[in-house]
């Protein structure tokens, strides 16, 4: 099974400067990652797939990168409402599907 | 707009097992793959299993199986969660969601989540 592992395990920023989470895969997954945002209560929500594909309706401060064993989440000037949990996911050669453990972004 | 609206929470006792439902609206779940991902409290996203329509099956995650089954009721655009044999450990907020399409996986609508007790 591969294993994805998120670092930091908590981000703490100010509003407006910018977030840099990774993500690495114990094995090359090509560029089938996604990134999800939890807040408090809430079900995840699908940010970027793919690697660096935006969904429907994420704001353009998001962006993703990365490929093979190595990815990153980037949020350029981050807003008050993106404090939050983030976690990274693969989909190569699914079924199965696997998450990182999540990193914490909270306000400094 | 595709929503998945999922079944109310549940107390069970150890030993005992849980079916949670989760239906569409504004979509259909035909074409595209549904997953389970439960939350334990306070813990991250773990994936339980998948059934994928096109191919009429049913994947899991090796740690849930011969406990977890996941179907679907196409008739009446839902998906159902049966997990058996619970034990406390199995606490936890447990989601359904759709992929992107046939063939990816990655999930882009969400049920709002049904918690699961196990107690006894």
């Known amino acids: 099974e591969i294993v994805l592992t998120q670092s930091p395990a908590t981000l703490s920023l100010s509003p407006g400067e910018r977030a840099t989470l990774s993500c690495r895969a114990s094995?090359?997954?090509?560029?089938?990652l996604a990134w999800y945002q939890q807040k408090p209560g809430q079900a995840p929500r699908l940010l970027i797939y793919?690697?660096?594909n935006r969904a429907t309706g994420i704001p353009a401060r998001f962006s993703g990168s990365g490929s093979g064993t190595d990815f990153t989440l980037t949020i350029s000037s981050l807003e008050p409402e993106d404090f939050a949990v983030y976690f990274c996911?693969?989909?190569?050669?699914?079924?199965?599907?696997?998450f990182g453990q999540g990193t914490r972004l909270e306000i400094k | 707009q595709v929503q998945l609206v999922q079944s109310g929470a549940e107390v069970k006792k150890p030993g005992s097992s849980v079916k949670v439902s989760c239906k569409a609206s504004g979509g259909t779940f035909s074409s595209y793959p549904i997953s389970w991902v439960r939350q334990a409290p306070g813990q991250g996203l773990e994936w339980m299993g998948i059934?994928?329509?096109?191919?009429?099956?049913?994947n899991y995650a090796q740690r849930f199986q011969g406990r977890v089954t996941i179907t679907t009721d196409e008739s009446t655009n839902t998906a159902y969660m049966e997990l058996s044999n619970l034990r406390s450990e199995d606490t936890a907020v447990y989601y359904c969601a759709r992929g992107r399409n046939w063939n990816d996986p990655d999930l882009d609508y969400w049920g709002q989540g049904t918690l699961v007790t196990v107690s006894s």
């Open positions: 094995q090359t997954i090509s560029t089938y």
């Open positions: 996911q693969q989909r190569t050669n699914w079924p199965p599907i696997t």
């Open positions: 793919d690697a660096s």
């Open positions: 059934f994928v329509p096109i191919f009429n099956t049913a």
